[in-house]
C-alpha cells in the first residue's frame, strides 16, 4: 500500500494536473496541500445553490479583500476553463465539508455522491494566500470586523496572522500589495485586539503561529471568511473545501507586475503602546512630507527651524485617520490687557482640521477656556453662516476639580478601558511651563486666563488608545514638551517659556494656523490613497473614494480663511505679536502671507 502513497518531496515538483490525478484517485495521505505543486495558485471553493448565487458573487465583490473571486462556475459545471485543463470539483480536493443549514455536517473525500443534487449548485473560485506563502502554516482567526452583508449572507472577517520581524514589515507590505486576487497587502499591523482578537493561540482554523521576540503580527484578510459566510445563510446543503485542502489550479505564481512606484506601500508605526502601524502609498508619503516641509519655513525668524522632526506631520495624521473621535483645543490669550485676550492663531486652523474630519465622517469637538466658549460659539455659528464649515463644532469646557476629574472627563465613567476620544489635538494652544504657569512669547505669566487642558493631555498619556498632538510655533503651546530641550536652547525665553507637557507628536510651523491648514491637507491625501484607504477599512467593504470631492470641498482655501479671519477681527480677536485688528495673523498679512501658503499647501495637495 506504502508504495502507491506519494511522499511530500515529490508532490512539490508535481505539474497540478498530475497532483489533481493523484487526489481524485485517492492516492495522497497528505490532508493538506501546502507546498504542494511549488509555484502553482490554489484556490478556495464554496459550492452553493444556484438560487444563492448572485447574492454569492455580490458578496465576493463588496469583500474582495477576503474573498477575491477567481471564476464562477454555470449551474452544475465541473470543470473551471480559466484556472485548469482537465479538472472535476466533484473529486478534486483533498478533503471537502458539507453544510447543512448552516451547520457543519462532515467531511468527505468526493462530493460524487451529491452528483444530482450539483447539477443545481454553483461552484464560486476564490484566490488563497497559500498562493503566496511557502508552506507557512496558515492560522485563520475570527474577528469582530463585519463584512459588507449582502442578501443572507454576513459574517465577521476571518484573518490569517504571520509573526514578521520589524525589519521586514515593508518587504512584506511591498510583496504581497500587488496580490490583489491572494489577498493582496496586509489589512492590519500590530496589537490583536485592534481587530477584536483577544486571544492569538485561540485559532478556529489551523494551528497557532510561534512568534520570535521582535516579531510584529502582521495580518491579512482570509478566504476562510467564504466558510463563515457559508454557515451564515444557512441553506439547506452548501460545501466548501476543507480548511487547509485547497484546489491546486494551473495558473502559476506568477512574479507580481512591476507596479508604478508611487504605489509602493510603506508601513509607518503610529504607536508604541498599544502597537501600531498604518499602510500608506510611498507617493501619498512623500507629499505629505512636501507639506511638512512648506510649513517648516520661520517667517519670525524665532529659531523653529531648530524644533522640526521629521515625519511627525505624516505619524499623527496616520493616527488621526484611524481615529473616530478627535478632540481638539485651542486658544492663547496672549493679549491680556485686551477684551477677548484670545489671538487670532489657533482658531482659524482648529476649523480647518474640525472641517475634514467632519468631512470624513470621524466626531470632532473642540475643548477650550469657559470664559471663552460664548466667544467661539459665535465664531463657529458665522463660520457655518459664510460656509467656512459646513456643520457646527461642538464646544466644551474643561475646569479641573476632582484628581480624577481628566480621567472622568476622557472616558465613560472614568473608565480607561472605554475613551470617548482616541486622538486629542492641541493647536496654539498655551501649554504650561515647568514652574506650572503659562507663558506668554515675552515671558508674561497669563496663567490666570488659562484652564487647565493639560491635564487631559498628561492623562491621556496613561489610556491606551488615546493618541496626542501638538501644533505650535514657538514651543511655549501644548504638546510641544516633546521638544522642550530643544525649545530651551534655541527659542528666546525657552527657558523660562518652554511648554513642559509633551504628546506623541508634535507638529512645528512657521505659525501654528499652518499647521492645521496641513493636516487637513494630509488627511485628503490618506483618504484618497487607495493603499491606506484599504488599510483603513481593512479590504471589506467597498472603497470610500466616491466621497473625494465632497472631500476636497472641506480642505481650506483662500476665500474661506479670509472669511474666517474677518470673522475674528469682527469678535475683536486681535493678531499675535502686533495685537492689530488688521488683516493679519502673528504680524504677517493674510494677503499675500497666508494667502500663498494656503496655495502653496493647496497645489501639493490637489
Excluded at 40 to 57: G, K, M, P, T, W
Excluded at 222 to 235: F, L, R, Y
Excluded at 418 to 441: C, M, Q, T, W
Aim: aromatic residues 6%; charged residues 20%; contains cysteine.
Amino acid at each position: 500500500e506504502a508504495s502507491d502513497m506519494v511522499c511530500l518531496q515529490a508532490l512539490r515538483t508535481l505539474l497540478p494536473a498530475t497532483a489533481r490525478n493523484l487526489i481524485r484517485q485517492n492516492k495522497i495521505a497528505i490532508r493538506n496541500t501546502s507546498g504542494m505543486s511549488a509555484g502553482y495558485n490554489q484556490a478556495n471553493v464554496v459550492i452553493l445553490h444556484r438560487s444563492l448565487a448572485d447574492d454569492f458573487e455580490k458578496f465576493c465583490r463588496a469583500n474582495s479583500g477576503p474573498l477575491p473571486l477567481l471564476y464562477r462556475s454555470a449551474p452544475g459545471e465541473w470543470k473551471c476553463p480559466p484556472l485548469s485543463t482537465e479538472s472535476d470539483i466533484q473529486t478534486d480536493c483533498l478533503l471537502y465539508r458539507r453544510y447543512e443549514n448552516g451547520t457543519f455536517a462532515g467531511s468527505l473525500t468526493s462530493l460524487e455522491n451529491y452528483s444530482e443534487q450539483l447539477k443545481d449548485m454553483v461552484t464560486f473560485y476564490l484566490g488563497c494566500s497559500f498562493s503566496f506563502e511557502s508552506a507557512v502554516q496558515k492560522l485563520g482567526v475570527p474577528t469582530a470586523v463585519p463584512c459588507h452583508g449582502v442578501g443572507n449572507f454576513s459574517c465577521d472577517l476571518v484573518v490569517t496572522m504571520r509573526p514578521i520581524p520589524q525589519d521586514k514589515l515593508d518587504a512584506a507590505a511591498i510583496a504581497t500589495h500587488p496580490m490583489k486576487q491572494y489577498h493582496g497587502a496586509p489589512i492590519h499591523i500590530g496589537y490583536p485586539d485592534l481587530l477584536g482578537i483577544k486571544d492569538l493561540q485561540k485559532t478556529d482554523y489551523g494551528d497557532p503561529v510561534e512568534a520570535q521576540p521582535g516579531d510584529v503580527p502582521v495580518f491579512w484578510a482570509c478566504g476562510v471568511t467564504g466558510v463563515e459566510a457559508v454557515i451564515s445563510c444557512k441553506s439547506p446543503l452548501a460545501f466548501t473545501h476543507s480548511p487547509g485542502c485547497m484546489f491546486i489550479t494551473d495558473i502559476k505564481n506568477e512574479e507580481a507586475p512591476e507596479s508604478d512606484s508611487g504605489q509602493t506601500p510603506a508601513v509607518v508605526q503610529i504607536s508604541s503602546d498599544p502597537l501600531q502601524y498604518s499602510l500608506v502609498s510611498q507617493r501619498a508619503a512623500d507629499k505629505i512630507r512636501a507639506l511638512e516641509k512648506i510649513i517648516g519655513v520661520d517667517p519670525g525668524d524665532r529659531g523653529i527651524k531648530n524644533l522640526l522632526v521629521r515625519d511627525e506631520l505624516l505619524k499623527s495624521c496616520l493616527s488621526l485617520s484611524h481615529a473616530k473621535s478627535i478632540l481638539i483645543t485651542t486658544g492663547f490669550p496672549t493679549h491680556f490687557q485686551h477684551q477677548p485676550p484670545e489671538e487670532n492663531d489657533g482658531p482659524p486652523g482648529a476649523i480647518a482640521m474640525a472641517a475634514m474630519l467632519q468631512a470624513l465622517g470621524k466626531k470632532a469637538a473642540i475643548v477650550t477656556d469657559e470664559r471663552a466658549i460664548d466667544l467661539n460659539r459665535s465664531i463657529i455659528e458665522k463660520a457655518v453662516e459664510q460656509g467656512v464649515l459646513k456643520t457646527p463644532v461642538p464646544l466644551l469646557s474643561y475646569k479641573e476639580d476632582a484628581h480624577d476629574a481628566a480621567l472622568k472627563f476622557l472616558c465613560e465613567s472614568g473608565d480607561p478601558a472605554s475613551p470617548r476620544f482616541d486622538h486629542l489635538v492641541a493647536i496654539e494652544r498655551a501649554g504650561r511651563a515647568s514652574d506650572g504657569n503659562y507663558y506668554n512669547a515675552r515671558k508674561i505669566n497669563i496663567k490666570h486666563l488659562v484652564d487647565p487642558i493639560d491635564d487631559l493631555f498628561e492623562a491621556a498619556q496613561n489610556i491606551r488608545g488615546i493618541s496626542t498632538t501638538g501644533i505650535g510655533d514657538g514651543g511655549n503651546e501644548l504638546g510641544t514638551g516633546k521638544v522642550k530641550e530643544l525649545v530651551k536652547k534655541h527659542i528666546p525665553n525657552g527657558d523660562t517659556i518652554a511648554c513642559d507637557v509633551a504628546a506623541d507628536f508634535a507638529v512645528i510651523a512657521g505659525v501654528s494656523n499652518w499647521g492645521g491648514y496641513a493636516v487637513s491637507c494630509a488627511l485628503y491625501l490618506l483618504n484618497t490613497c487607495e493603499i491606506h484607504e484599504r488599510y483603513l477599512r481593512r479590504a471589506v467593504g467597498f472603497p470610500r473614494l466616491s466621497e473625494r470631492e465632497s472631500w476636497a470641498s472641506s480642505l481650506p482655501s483662500v476665500s474661506k480663511e479670509e472669511k474666517l479671519l474677518e470673522i475674528l477681527i469682527q469678535h475683536g480677536v486681535r493678531s499675535g505679536k502686533t495685537a492689530s485688528l488688521a488683516m493679519e495673523v502673528d504680524g504677517l498679512p493674510f494677503f499675500n502671507t497666508h494667502s500663498d501658503m494656503i496655495r502653496s499647501l493647496l497645489d501639493v495637495t490637489l
